[in-house]
């Protein structure tokens, strides 16, 4: 892995010297489809500084003997279904080579019409919900998937946290939350659960946590957006919820950790990449970070690193993977050569499979320490 | 018995919303009672309320800067009506509405653009926001002291409203608007002390709400403002005491709504969840058009002959 | 004289509608998604929608007095039954991931079956029907109890009923039908929709929605000049007159707001279509009231108004306002000003200035033919006198 780093890192620098030289370089695009707004608008900001700390590591790219420099154009999908088409579009009308995003499945599920309308591919990045490439030919994605997640999860509460009855909460029309809950329902056990879902613009908590402190359960799975969590996290401290809350990888996040952090809360978390794994790249994202003070704003004030950051970051070097593999910056090549890119990535290995989804079959579990306000390793997790 | 104990968690935060919502209706009740005006922009009042304490708490200690957001706020109210409302004092009610749903639009966007369109946390007022026990339910003090807070607050304004010179006519202003101007009553100094006393409330208010529910985003405000407008249809708009208990059923219903699943599986009811929490907002809705159906003036409001 | 007038108005009329559409069936042709004016295409399908919208919603509040803000309700209504019944039967399954759908009806593939190509369009054409007549059913069952209302309390009371719709199309309990509050796609969407001459595909992903607002628009129109549409006016100008005059205040405005709801039905449809989704979380009051921002631009009172004023609504807020928010707009570079959200923000500002310095709009009650008709006023005048 760290060869892998060393070697980009040594390119990037020869390439940016390389640069330098020929000023005028042609210029491919990328499109960037995250929300940076809404309710998702932090974690689409996290994972876009992955993107933006690639781009500056590597900021050219070689294509059929020519060098190019390669520019992030961005577009924000608030968080929203309805507004996402046509962010899609004004990526499509801008002239990208292929897009990568979102963070929240919703918005890729509403977008993957337009991106397939106009034939240019888009790579999800943490999109887990199984609908965002089932019968799209144009999405691909490199995060694995929620019935994958959703087992692990259930599994995890089962055998480690012994529950015998889960409480799970959902946002409700949120393809995220509600599709995790829905697998994690499906391994979990369905006579086992009690399933609800809050709707947008709810300020009030403290109501699903009384009603999971009523209905008996001893597991609290919510794996709704960082800016709920946040107040779930709040009132389960203030009402003594009693038992541990589990949520997938958006909760992998320093808002999660600032929120928990004296409080007498349990969280544990399904993820991507567990901070310290490499080193070397940990210590070069979080000089980054801090030398750059929009990107510590982006990043919520401090320099902890969010797991969607890291596959923000995997995701630009797969798309560089697919130009350079394509020859051409015409999103139709580009699509074409897609499915057999692999790429060895700072979270693991990258691969597509024939839907276009990747072949992942491990996630980290992770526990907040309360304490000292820093994620804790439990396990590699697997099913099978 | 387990039943209630079961149930009282729900109506104890029902109402404790219920004050918080009771103190932005009264805003809605006396703006509507005075200038026949649904004030849309009075719910986005209340979350740049919110807004601006996130902001000034950052930079300034607790004790100036809550003087300060009432202050502010007030200031806000006063100028939205000198700006967006007088001018259209002549003009059909519709383009009033109008202009009312163009400043709660100006003022959601605005939010969006400072904030960046991320939810901000609310700063944590100690000894409001301390955890206590009660009954051996474990909340936070802001739930308990909330609706004693609103009574409190309310009982000196009906005090002014009825024995002061300005709360005097004021309710002859809500009475006959054209003749109370004969009568030599300065019109447009009723109308800005009104909508001054109704921002301030909306100031406390928000205070109160955000305190419980730490996160502030652009459309915070949005279903807050049209449930205490709701309460204050459904107590009789005009009618100060009809708004506050219009506003506390409506925070107790919404409450109990929400947890009514786990109500009635506890109780032995219902076997499994039958997703009535979808329902908590609209709840407030149907009681909104069962009233305005069957008794259009509300539980405490007067009635008006239409005038030709 | 005023029979002949009203023909020659009415060829120019058509012809000029005719010109119209075939510009637009040609720039579906000419421009492509990933062209730079590909954005022209997605203002022109969002932009005709919303004039729809507007123009149906002007029918209620412009020219019948009624002010409503139950829109997005009916649009919902109309976007939800549009949906549900052009899902082609394959991909049910996978659009109600976590239900049993309960409807499997696709009535476009029904029809194809059994007449090809034009049983798709025909299928196309009755969902959008469907659509309108379910809002419609919809408000007139609502119009029963809420039309006996006066102004503000009748805005409320159907803002409310809006509310009541969307919460009750999230239940989970209805899931089977309406894919609880997930949302719907794979439906009959305008990105689909090829006409194939002569082994050529040509583009109508911009031609049908810009077709459907056309018609319904004329619809429209046809309406408010006809007896119906003077008895609106005289309710709205003076409704204790009105009565007077022997006009049946109930029966009218029920006809209103039914008419009113069929058409914002067929909008949400037509939306859904452009949009190629369907989520009762997107019909929030917030469309209603962006609705009405853009009749007041384009003058309540003016069916010209509306088309023009969400023509312009979407095309800044969509086009030619995006630098506000990207940094950079006029040339002028100030990424710290110019970031997300500055667009919306000098939209409302502007939309704030209407409301109060130009109160009437655009257009004020004005239609687009009267601008052109002050000008020739003398012109015909002599005409008369020879």
Known sequence: ?384 | MDALKTTLPYIISGVSVGGQYALIAIGYTMVYGILRLINFAHGDVFMVAGLMMVYLAASLPLYLAIPLVILLTVALGFTIERVAYKPLRTAPRMSVMISAIGVSYLLQNLALYITGGLNKNYPAIPWISDRISIFGMETSRVTVITPFLTIILVVALVQLINHTKIGMAMRAVSRDFETSQLMGIQINRVISATFIIGTFLAAVGSILFFTNYPGVVPTSGAMPGLKAFVAAVFGGIGSIPGAVIGAFIIGIAESVIKGLDTILIVNGVIDEQIGLATFSDAFTFVLLIIILVFKPTGLFGEKSTDKV | ?386
């Open chain 3, 1 to 386: 004289m005023i029979e002949t007038k009203n023909k020659k108005g009415a060829w120019i009329a058509f012809i000029g509608v005719f010109l119209f559409l075939a510009l637009i069936f040609a720039l579906d042709q000419l421009i492509k998604p990933t062209d730079k004016l590909g954005m022209l295409l997605i203002v022109l399908q969002k932009g005709s929608v919303y004039a729809l919208a507007a123009v149906s919603m002007n029918l209620l509040n412009g020219y019948t007095g009624l002010f409503s803000l139950g829109h997005a309700g009916f649009m919902l209504l109309g976007a939800y039954t549009y949906a549900i019944f052009t899902i082609p039967d394959k991909s049910r399954d996978a659009v109600y991931q976590y239900f049993d759908a309960a409807i499997r009806f696709s009535i476009p593939e029904q029809l194809s079956n059994h007449m090809g190509g034009f049983g798709t369009a025909l299928g196309v054409f009755l969902a959008l029907v469907l659509a309108g007549l379910v809002a419609a059913l919809m408000a007139w069952l609502i119009g029963l109890p809420v039309l006996r209302l006066k102004s503000d309390y009748l805005a409320i009371a159907t803002l409310g009923f809006a509310e009541i719709i969307r919460a009750v199309f999230q239940w989970s309990k209805l899931g089977p039908i309406t894919n609880g509050s997930n949302l719907l796609k794979n439906f009959a969407r305008a990105s689909k929709f090829k006409l194939e001459i002569a082994g050529t595909k040509l583009s109508l992903s911009t031609f049908v929605p810009v077709l459907i607002a056309t018609v319904c628009i004329i619809l429209i129109v046809l309406i408010v000049n006809s007896t119906y549409g003077r008895a609106f006016k005289a309710i709205r100008d003076d409704e204790i007159a009105a009565e007077a005059m022997g006009i049946n205040l109930a029966r009218h405005k029920m006809i209103s707001f039914v008419t009113s709801s069929f058409f914002a039905g067929v909008a949400g449809a037509t939306l859904a279509m452009v949009l190629s989704i369907a989520q009762a979380n997107n019909f929030k009051s917030a469309m209603t009231y962006e609705i009405l921002l853009m009749v007041v631009l384009g003058g309540i009172g003016s069916i010209t108004g509306s088309v023009i004023g969400s023509l312009l609504f979407v095309a800044a807020s969509e086009w030619w306002l995006r630098g506000l928010d990207s940094g950079k707009f006029l040339g002028i570079e100030a990424p710290n000003i110019f970031r997300n959200g500055f667009r919306l923000v000098v939209f409302s500002v502007i939309i704030m200035v209407v409301v109060l310095f130009f109160r009437k709009g655009i257009m004020g009650e004005k239609e687009l033919p009267d601008l052109f008709r002050r000008k020739k006023k003398e012109a015909p005048a002599k005409e008369g006198q020879a």
């Open chain 1, 1 to 384: 892995m760290k060869k892998v780093l060393s070697l980009v890192l040594v390119l990037a620098m020869i390439v940016a010297l390389g640069a330098s030289a020929y000023a005028d370089n042609p210029v491919v695009k990328i499109g960037v489809f995250e929300p940076q707004s809404g309710d998702n608008g932090a974690g689409g900001k996290q994972e876009v500084l992955g993107m933006q700390y690639a781009n500056a590591l590597t900021p050219t790219v070689e294509i059929d003997g020519t060098t190019y420099d390669v520019e992030l154009v961005y577009a924000d999908n608030a968080s929203s279904n309805d507004k996402a088409p046509t962010a899609a579009q004004t990526l499509i009308s801008s002239g990208v080579s292929l897009v990568l995003g979102s963070y929240g499945s919703g918005v890729s599920i509403a977008a993957s019409d337009t991106f397939d309308a106009a034939g240019v591919p888009a790579i999800g990045v943490t999109c887990t919900n199984p609908q965002v490439t089932a019968g799209c030919d144009v999405y691909f994605r490199i995060c694995f998937l929620d019935p994958f997640q959703g087992t692990v999860l259930a599994n995890f509460a089962k055998n480690e946290l012994g529950a015998t009855k889960a409480y799970c909460l959902a946002k409700q029309g949120d393809d995220y939350s509600g599709g995790l809950c829905n697998y994690f329902i499906d391994a979990f056990g369905k006579d086992n659960c009690v399933y609800e879902q809050f709707p947008e613009g709810t300020s009030d908590y403290s109501t699903y946590i009384t009603n999971a402190q009523n209905q008996g359960c001893d597991v609290f799975f919510s794996p709704v957006s960082t800016e709920a969590a946040a107040q779930i996290i709040a009132k389960a401290d203030t009402q003594a919820l009693g038992m541990p809350i589990l949520a997938g990888d958006t909760w992998d996040s320093n808002v999660i950790l600032q929120a928990a952090k004296g409080t007498n809360v349990k969280i544990c978390v399904t993820t991507f990449y567990q901070e310290g794994a490499d080193a070397e790249f940990d210590k070069g994202i979080k000089e980054w970070i801090n030398a750059n003070p929009t990107a510590l704003a982006n990043n919520g004030g401090n320099d902890e690193l969010a797991a969607v950051t890291v596959m923000g970051f995997d995701a630009y070097y797969v798309a560089l993977e697919a130009l350079k593999a394509a020859g051409s910056v015409d999103p139709a090549d580009v699509l074409e050569v897609l499915p057999s890119v692999t790429y060895e990535g700072v979270t693991g290995a990258i691969a597509f499979d024939e839907i276009g989804d990747a072949l992942r079959d491990s996630a980290f579990v992770k526990a907040c320490n309360t304490e000292s306000g820093v994620w804790d390793f439990v396990a590699v997790a697997t099913v099978g």
